[in-house]
């Protein structure tokens, strides 16, 4: 590694024992007794701490030459057992356990823990609070696209990316602070509807954060869309097929990339989706330069949902009058001994589960999220799965690299946009 | 953005889940169980599903894929029933400690299924499905690493999530978090 920087710094220096350690090293280098004669190619690992790998990937390459023949994921360094956690946790502190998994958009993994658990309940929340759902998960999937586009960016040598997406992806983290207290990790979809009502101004607030992402995405088009760099770095490289992506069961922009409009917000609704006006994103190329292009128009398509979020949210309850479920207001417990009574249980037992199992799947901004939920009728699940669409997702980049060069792993690695904390749970 | 291509916007014509019929909605069970002596479907919150034994497991698989349009499989991952306190019982379904769930779905016929099998615990294995969906390849590793289920046929079952050198699967209900000591570099005594 520094064998190079050393040379430079060392030559012309007159320390005899630095330019003996100098023509040592050259030596070990040059003799190549690291790899064995008899092989043509080259095992390189790449991470775990490696700034393109988002965290924690660690990827294995054999090279030949500059030519990636093939590429394994290894993955785990950030497994904290979160599925084992779920099984100690009732199903009221469950959204904070899984609103951990996937950090980049935490409210998706909150609405499909807080659907598949009001699926075996057999309940349904009130339409505020399915559009309130809705608008956050919306915001958040912005949000999670904006990261991209830093990260990608940064990725691909594109700096000044990293300053802009952040920028706008922190007004937006803003804005999910005003509704729900926090930046990341919300915890604010709770099974039986949202956790707060919507604060005052939302609608003046909301407005003025999507305008500036909607600057803030054109400019980003200004800077990348057309940039000859940019192109030459991304078109055609890592092409997946339609019947590779199908088979290697990806979801989300990897598989719209192929030409495949498969989306579960117009497949499958949930919440509101069949009554709103959006697109599905898709392009028909399947490589780096259409995934960026898909998260890019998925940001302006999700800033259209919130318009009409905006414009039709419904009066009424924002959560679920049922008190088996839905905590009491505050005042009530002064002067109601049931409500003392309910509130007290549903914080130290939680609610029960009648017996059953169920997948609930919703669209991430990476792609399907799935939970299989198990109850056996008591207060914590016997078995609670999250589907990471990243954790599949990260098997198409063995296809994608095949054959391409070692400096295009990088591209296509953040081209996938795998959150390790969802691979890994 | 290439314009929009009209047949392949046809592709979500045909589905909307939760507005199709009951009898739509399980047509891919009906098929799985005509063709599978053995199997057993069951309606699980609205959701069809279909209970098939070891033998078939790996058959179901290939007839849904060449069949049945079942484009992907999604998900396949384990549960473990020691110590449920009341479990979910099916009638013609013999309840084994493990069960294996597959998530199947049709991308042309927008139909989800899902397919369980019974896994006893004293012979933890079923055969992989990762030659005939390729997808499934890291949930069958994970399953493996994390519930000790052996995936006959799988062409690199390692552990993925766990280190290498670990002892035991940790999503076992018998593999209890206190197992493993937590010992402090500068405490004498471990602990």
Request: some cysteine; proline content about 6%; overall charge negative.
């Amino acid at each position: 590694m520094s064998s190079v920087r050393d040379e430079q710094r060392l030559e012309g220096q007159t320390d005899e024992g630095a330019q003996v350690l100098q023509r040592e090293t050259r030596e070990i280098v040059m003799t190549g007794g690291l790899w064995p004669d008899d092989s043509d190619t080259t095992i390189i690992n790449m991470g775990p701490q490696h700034p393109s790998t988002h965290g924690v990937l660690r990827v294995m390459l054999e090279l030949e030459g500059e030519t990636v023949l093939r590429l394994k994921p290894v993955i785990g360094y950030l497994h904290t057992g979160m599925e084992k956690t779920a099984e100690e946790l009732t199903y009221v502190q469950g959204a904070t356990n899984v609103t951990r998994m996937d950090y980049a958009s935490p409210l998706s993994n909150e609405l499909v823990f807080s659907l598949a658990v009001e699926r075996l309940l057999d309940i349904e929340v009130p339409p505020r609070a399915v559009w309130i759902r809705m608008m956050l998960v919306e915001l958040n999937r912005a949000a999670s696209h904006l990261l991209f586009q830093a990260t990608n960016g940064m990725d691909i040598g594109a700096l000044s990316m990293m300053i802009y997406g952040w920028r706008e992806r922190e007004m937006t983290l803003r804005l999910l602070e005003m509704f729900t207290g926090l930046r990341m990790n919300n915890n604010f979809i709770r099974p039986g509807g949202v956790a707060a009502d919507l604060p005052d101004g939302w609608e003046e607030e909301t407005l003025s954060t999507l305008d500036a992402i909607e600057r803030g995405t054109r400019d980003y088009a200004e800077v990348l869309t057309e940039n000859p760099i940019w192109m030459e770095r991304l078109v055609g490289v890592g092409v997946i097929t339609t019947e590779q992506a199908l088979a290697l069961s990806a979801s989300g922009p990897i598989l719209r990339s192929t030409g495949f409009p498969w989306d579960l917000r117009k497949a499958q609704p949930y919440l509101a989706y069949d009554e709103v006006d959006f697109d599905v994103v898709y392009t028909s190329n399947g490589d780096c330069y259409d995934r960026y292009l898909i998260r890019l128009n998925e940001i302006l398509e999700s800033v259209k949902i919130v318009r009409q979020c905006i414009e039709r949210m419904p009066a009424g309850d924002y959560r679920i009058q049922d008190r088996k479920v839905t905590p009491p207001p505050r005042a009530r417990i002064d002067e109601s001994m049931e409500a003392l009574i309910h509130h007290f249980k549903l914080f130290t037992e939680g609610f029960k589960v009648p017996p059953g199992e169920t997948y609930v799947a919703i669209e991430s901004p990476r792609g399907e999220i799935g939970c299989y939920l198990v109850s056996d009728g008591t207060g914590k699940p016997v078995r609670l799965h999250i589907r990471g669409p990243s954790f599949y997702n990260l098997q198409t980049t063995a296809a994608m690299a095949e054959g391409t060069l070692v400096a295009d792993t990088v591209a296509i690695i953040s081209s996938v946009d795998p959150i390790l904390g969802e691979v890994d749970r | 953005m290439p314009d929009a291509d009209d047949a392949r916007e046809g592709i979500h014509e045909p589905g909307r889940a939760e507005g199709a019929s009951d009898a739509a909605m399980s047509e891919l069970a009906a098929a799985v169980v005509a063709k599978f002596p053995g199997a057993v479907f069951h309606e699980s919150h609205g959701q069809p599903v279909v209970y098939v034994d070891r033998a078939s497991w790996h058959d179901v698989a290939v007839h849904l894929r060449d069949v049945e349009q079942c484009t992907s499989c999604l998900d396949v991952t384990v549960v473990d029933h020691l110590s449920d306190a009341g479990r979910l019982v099916v009638d013609g379904v013999a309840p084994e400690r493990f069960e294996v769930v597959a998530n199947y779905l049709s991308h042309a016929r927008n139909r989800r299924l899902r397919v369980i099998c019974e896994v006893p615990e004293h012979e933890p294995a079923i055969s992989s499905l990762s030659d005939v969906y390729p997808g499934t390849n890291f949930a069958e590793r994970e399953a493996y690493d994390l519930f000790g289920i052996t995936f006959e046929g799988h062409s690199d079952l390692t552990r993925i999530l766990m280190p290498d050198d670990w002892v035991g699967h940790p999503l076992r209900k018998d593999d209890h978090p206190s197992r493993v000591p937590v010992t402090f570099k500068e405490d004498p005594t471990p602990r």
